[in-house]
């Protein structure tokens, strides 16, 4: 049986208002096609039979499949989406590829490519995500070569769970219904429209969870991190409440960007607990991004659980095998 693996460059990842506001980098349309050829590099060295590469509008998995298709072993097929030029393209893709049977799944973009792609894939398929956006709190700080070669490992089954973590999220509730989720951070802020959806002012910010923050993270994820540090591994969140007459932090909120925030309170979660929020109107920031608005007198609650992404650390993949390496195995294709 042939081993597929999924592929999802996203060409808006990397480019938003915080490049005018920040010292954040542009990720440039050539760039992530360079990306996305070194994960499939990676991928055919490992010894996956098929790649499923999204089809997006500006043509850049077009470009990885006839720049690599006639040189490699592993096939390479164009995925179909909507075209809308918007991060439904990303939930359709990732959704046709999981039925389409495939072992693990590569984004190359940041924390919200990552999100899309495990709204449609669920917490059981593995993933990984090559860093190309913003703040890239779940992306892997390896080469994509790598990256794409221990996602392949993964999917060929040369190793196994030792080398996943499952992450946690966090679950929007409104009016007792499931509304969205989010991997690391959901914030609710005083505004009354949605606008530009990058978070650029912490000021707005009254109330957020947090899943994930360590003091190595950049974004809202690095409030946490200064506060409290708290790794995907550990069974616990954090609930904070924005403003005057308690602690004072400084985070590092996009790159290059310090900022002192004021907290007036925060306590510790436990996953499976659900916190209730303020009755308001607010608009709810997903992962860095505002997408939901929420208005006076609905009921609103986050509920922090354990089914988030099922991520592939680099690191261990590559170190067991190396490990296996010097007894004597061997991986892969040979060249």
Do not use: W
Not at 63 to 71: A, E, F, G, Q, R
Not at 153 to 167: D, F, I, K, M, N
Not at 232 to 254: N, P, Q, T, W, Y
Not at 293 to 302: A, F, H, K, T
Request: one cysteine or more.
């Amino acid at each position: 049986m042939s081993t597929r693996v999924g592929l999802i460059i996203n060409p808006d990842a990397g480019k938003d208002i915080r490049r005018l506001v920040s010292s954040a980098s542009y990720t440039s349309n050539f760039t992530k096609v360079e990306l996305g050829k070194r994960v499939v590099m990676g991928l055919n060295a490992s010894g996956v039979d098929e790649v499923l590469i999204m089809h997006d509008n500006y043509g850049l998995g077009e470009d990885v499949v006839n720049m690599l298709s006639t040189h490699i072993n592993t096939r390479l097929t164009l995925v179909e989406t909507k075209g809308s030029g918007t991060v439904q393209d990303t939930l359709v893709a990732a959704e046709r590829m999981r039925r389409s049977g495939i072992k693990a799944i590569v984004v190359v973009g940041g924390d919200g490519t990552l999100r899309a792609a495990f709204k449609s894939c669920g917490s059981d398929l593995p993933m990984v995500c090559v860093a190309a956006g913003t703040n890239n709190v779940t992306g892997a700080y390896y080469d994509a070569t790598l990256a794409g070669y221990a996602a392949g490992l993964v999917a060929t089954g040369v190793v196994g769970g030792e080398c996943l973590r499952s992450a946690k999220a966090l679950e929007v509730l409104i009016n007792g219904r499931s509304s969205d989720v989010a991997v690391i951070d959901v914030a609710f802020m005083r505004k009354s429209y949605v606008g530009a959806k990058a978070i650029v002012d912490v000021s707005d910010i009254v109330y957020a969870i947090f899943s994930k923050g360590e003091p190595t993270d950049i974004g809202l994820a690095s409030i946490l991190g200064f506060l409290d540090p708290t790794p995907f591994e550990s069974d616990r969140g954090c609930f904070v409440e924005f403003g005057d007459g308690g602690l004072e932090v400084k985070a590092i909120i996009m790159p290059g960007e310090f900022r002192v925030v004021r907290i007036k309170d925060y306590k510790n979660l436990n996953v499976d607990e659900v916190v209730s929020i303020p009755s308001g109107r607010y608009v709810v920031a997903l992962d860095g991004e505002r997408e939901l608005e929420v208005y006076e007198g609905d009921s609103v609650s986050v509920r922090i659980t354990r089914k988030g992404p099922l991520l592939i650390n680099v690191y261990k993949v590559l170190n067991t095998v190396s490990g296996a390496c010097k007894r004597g195995a061997s991986f892969g294709r040979r060249s």
